[in-house]
């Protein structure tokens, strides 16, 4: 773990978390465990290899007579698991050096069937992703809109 302690003890640190070849059984009956979609967070954040490597930031205060780091590394854990599952496409963004949830949509200029260099490189950025995660699957569902579409080819 990397750390730096401000002279007020505040810890200011990045904790790295490699995890191999991760195996899952059925759910145990009565388990008052919480009911996570670990399998799809694992699809998403391991590589190729099955492999997950992941640095956590980690901060609080040693001042603290509460503070416990292992506690924090756990809920920064399961954070990540829920980002992986309510905003899948941003945590591939960050992961491959983008950002936000633009990855969750290639958009086409209207009546046009090319891609301009910003959505590519979101496109290319995806198929990054895929090839590098066999278990993370994507649907790819059309849209348009005629008004827009008829008014550029008018235009045209």
Do not use: H
């Amino acid at each position: 773990m990397a750390y730096k302690i401000a002279p007020s003890g505040q810890l200011i640190a990045s904790k790295k978390i490699v995890l191999n070849q991760l195996s899952f059984r059925e759910r145990v009956a009565g388990s008052d465990a919480p009911n996570l979609p670990v399998k799809l967070a694992v699809a998403l954040l391991a590589d190729r290899q099955g492999v997950i490597d992941i640095n956590l930031p980690v901060s609080g205060s040693i001042n603290d007579p509460r503070f416990r780091i292992g506690p924090i590394v756990w809920r920064l854990v399961l954070n990540l698991i829920g980002k992986a599952i309510t905003a899948p496409f941003s945590l591939i963004a960050s992961a491959f050096g983008g950002g936000g949830d633009g990855f969750s949509r290639v958009d086409f200029a209207p009546a046009r069937a090319v891609l301009d260099d910003a959505a590519r490189q979101r496109q290319d950025t995806l198929a990054k992703a895929r090839n590098d995660r066999p278990a993370l699957q994507v649907t790819v569902i059309g849209q348009s809109d005629l008004e827009v579409e008829r008014s550029a080819c008018q235009c045209a």
